[in-house]
């Protein structure tokens, strides 16, 4: 393996160890529709600096796309990427495992 997909890896992984990442990650992968800031914070009852810093960098990981409009009040939507949607059978999966390992 390269360096790069080594720094790569590493960088990921760092991300998705962060607080509310997966929780994040799970609504775009599950409801892929366009998500707005105050829905994902109402929902995940998330801080909003913690949700704005998550959304940062899932944007810089190409994990979600953010999309300003040029509208008053100015509104922002956020969308899961291909990228991100691939990890829906990831969720499906664990939610499987879940259950059958439930007590």
Same mark, same amino acid.
């Given at each position: 393996?390269?360096?790069?997909?080594?720094? &790569?890896? =590493?960088?990921?992984?760092? +991300?998705?160890?962060?607080?509310? &990442?997966?929780?994040? !990650?799970?609504?775009?992968? *599950?409801?892929?529709?366009?998500?707005?800031?105050? /829905?994902? $914070?109402?929902? !995940?009852?998330? =801080? @909003?600096? &913690? !949700?704005? /810093?998550?959304?940062?960098? +899932? *944007?810089?990981?190409? !994990?979600?796309?953010?999309?300003?409009?040029?509208?008053? @009040? @100015?509104? *922002? /939507?956020?969308?899961? &990427?291909? $990228?991100?949607?691939?990890?829906?059978? *990831?969720?499906?999966?664990?939610?499987?495992?879940?259950?059958?390992?439930?007590?």
């Amino acid at each position: 393996m390269q360096c790069t997909d080594m720094a &790569t890896k =590493s960088t990921l992984f760092e +991300l998705m160890g962060k607080a509310h &990442t997966i929780a994040i !990650l799970h609504e775009f992968a *599950v409801e892929p529709e366009p998500w707005r800031f105050n /829905e994902l $914070k109402d929902r !995940l009852n998330i =801080s @909003p600096n &913690t !949700l704005s /810093e998550r959304l940062s960098e +899932l *944007v810089d990981a190409e !994990l979600v796309a953010r999309h300003p409009y040029n509208e008053i @009040p @100015p509104r *922002v /939507e956020y969308e899961a &990427t291909p $990228k991100a949607r691939e990890l829906e059978s *990831v969720f499906e999966d664990f939610h499987d495992w879940m259950l059958r390992h439930e007590h």
